[in-house]
């Protein structure tokens, strides 16, 4: 049998078709009118006033983080359950990252946590500048009780949304939960436009200042004119009308990865000691990666000998997100939490996901499974 990947690219007719036709264009520079027709349709989707595509979802944080102001000794909170890139933005302005645990209940931000972070931060008059929310592995976070915190102490909030592109939350859009929110269309993400990102928003100003930072930041000028520190940031139109092509094919794409959860979820019920990512009720994960926690006494096994037995067959899994504040380059962070991040780290592992996976395959996967918890 093939190999099976983590979550490959999985690419659409309709997206090689405008492809070639931004290449036959010639608009094959960061601007063109795929690029603005991109940005319109994310920003319909997020239901935002405004989107701006551009090379990745980090540049979306990093731009994110510049337009809030930030300046060395500014603190940030972030999830500490995440991928590098959302807490290396915070490091790219000069920024202190202060990493906060997960929620049992959804594996995102603990929004008590914050809570008492922030009412803590507000006794000592050191509060954050931004508070920075992961979406993980396609769910949001518990918004309904993160906003209102955030928005007591003034604190605006960035929503990464980098893993939750197609998800819902409380019948509202993954992408509109943040005062600025991103996504990703790096190659393993639920689509890909071959990489790049897109930051949303209500704020107008803020769109003009991210377009005008993300293109080297010219001054209206004749001649290249620079006040401000610029950045090379704009996404291509031939990605942007890859994206497009992958935009339309995102409904069927979310489907495929939910009926993949299910599958996973349906085959294993049986084994003990296997527990998946908790879904929030009222909240459409678009399970990006199915994930689950291997407890190695029930199970008879651990999550590295069902990772090894995968990979004999060739067939990608992967350890659940290292926490921030367990890598050695962010050791000097604050903390705030327990061990429940970390317990996913030691237990969790991403099963293959891709949206072009086959019952035959999914069969095969949850079969080697099974076989490792008996010892086979
Ligand atoms: C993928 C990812 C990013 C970065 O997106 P790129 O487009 O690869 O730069 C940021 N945050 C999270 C949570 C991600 O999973």
Redesign the pocket.
Known sequence: MKQILLSPPHMSAIARSLLLDAFDSNWVAPEGPHVEAFERENAALARRERAVALT????G?HLSLVLLGMEPGDEVYTSTL??A??ANAIRYVGATPVFVDSDPASWNMDPDLLAEALADADRRGKLPKAVLV?DLYGQCAEYDRILPVCERYGIPVIE?A??ALGARYQARPAGSFGDLSVF???GN?IITAG???MLVTDRHDWADRARFLARQARDPAPHYEHSTLGFNYAMSNLLAATGRGQLQVLPQRVRARRANNAFYRDALKCAPGLEFMPALPDSESTFWLSVMMVDPEAFGATRNDVREKLAGHDIESRPAWKPMHLQPVYRDCRFIGGGVAEAIFEAGLCLPSGSDLTTPQLEVVCDLILRTGRGL
């Open positions: 990745s979802g980090t540049a944080l995440t991928f890139a959302t992961v990464d980098a893993e990703s269309f790096n993400k990489g790049g990102g």
